[in-house]
């Protein structure tokens, strides 16, 4: 039984995938943090670059961050790094230096995937190591191209603690900007009209000036940064691999939803996140498109599904398709958002 007067422990989960740079900056920002009891994982996700052999290097004290966001600083280096190959999860044994939350400073719990899984799989095979070796109370998944404020994850964790139905909580998400610290909004929390299938992120592309301030209920919380409680993994699951990546996080709220577990928004924790709509890469164009209409059928019903796909190609679809091919001129994009519908269609109608 947990005992319900220390404070609750956090596994906080981290995916590289040919990103090792971005990687190690949100390290540094995280091993900064003022909430002591937190186990730190980073997953790489079979990465095509340096990316191992770099986050070796910075572990060692060996590689600095350049940021803006967050002084580096020698005086946690070495870190000391347990690396875990895929097929020896389940069967390791943690020293007691990983297992006691107290003694994060220098630790890194480093798991090295065969192939890339996805964001979904890949963030899954960390939360089920994590479950059966470290047993937190909580887990968080955490963007490896975000840096994070010092006090993030204790304003997470107060909100987490209000009351036994929170299961999601999000932080206030800054666009990252390389050469000052920006104040531009990108997520607020998340809305879903379940009318259209259409998500919108509370706040996007705003300056902040104080009207995002209001702690609430949301329908969402972007997968970026996402705190999600121990027992509501046990009830829900975890990701559907079926999505590989996008649309997961929101198809995961909205089932801890009819669960009846809010998402809620934590204004006062603070993260920047350099991902942006706008740089969607070809691929990712694929799966959030495709995607939307596996979460349609997972999670609408049927009128629902009729007035998004009446939507989708009385509307979004002649706006994207107008953006990749006449906007943007991009033939790649164009085939991947064409080849989304056509796959997401197949799954709509199966």
């Known amino acids: 039984m947990r005992d319900k007067h220390r404070d609750p422990t956090v596994a906080i989960i981290i995916l590289n995938w040919n990103g090792w740079e971005n990687s190690i900056e949100c390290l540094e920002s995280i091993y900064k943090v003022d909430y002591p009891h937190y186990h730190l994982i980073l997953v790489d996700n079979a990465s095509k670059d340096d990316s191992i052999e770099k986050i070796r290097e910075y572990c060692r004290g060996d590689l600095k961050t350049n940021s803006n966001y967050v ?91 209000k009351r036994d139905n929170i299961g ?39 300056i902040d000036d104080g009207k995002f301030d209001l702690e609430k209920k949301v329908d969402y919380v972007e997968g970026s940064c996402l705190l999600i409680k121990n027992e509501l993994i046990k009830e829900l699951g975890i990701f559907d691999p079926e999505y590989f990546t996008y649309w997961e996080e929101i198809d995961w709220c909205i089932r801890g939803q009819k669960a009846g577990y ?63 091919a006449l906007v943007h001129k991009d033939d790649s994009k164009q085939r991947s958002f064409l080849k989304g519908t056509y796959d997401g269609l197949k799954i709509l109608i199966r």
């Open 262 to 324: 809010d998402s809620v928004y934590a204004p006062k924790a603070v993260i920047w996140h350099k991902g942006r709509a706008s740089d969607l890469s070809a691929n990712s164009i694929y799966y959030m498109i495709k995607n939307r209409f596996l979460f349609m059928k997972k999670n609408s019903q049927k009128t629902q599904i009729l007035t998004s796909s009446l939507y989708y190609f009385g509307y979004y679809f002649w706006i994207i398709l107008l953006s990749v």
């Open 71 to 161: 002084e580096y600083t020698q005086q946690n280096k070495p870190i000391f790094v347990k690396e875990v190959d895929y097929n020896e999860l389940m069967q390791i044994e943690l020293e007691e230096a990983f297992i006691n939350s107290s003694n994060h400073e220098n630790n890194l719990l480093f798991i090295k995937n065969d192939i890339n899984y996805g964001f979904a799989e890949g963030n899954n095979i960390a939360i089920r190591f994590a479950m059966k070796k470290l047993n937190p109370d909580y887990v968080l998944l955490l963007n490896n191209d975000t840096v994070v404020d010092n006090n993030f994850l204790k304003e997470l964790m107060v909100v987490a603690k």
């Open 168 to 206: 999601f909580i999000g932080p206030k998400i800054y666009f990252y900007t390389p050469d000052e610290i920006s104040k531009i909004v990108t997520f607020a929390g998340g809305e879903l009209n379940r009318t259209s299938c259409q998500p919108h992120p509370i706040g996007a592309d705003q």
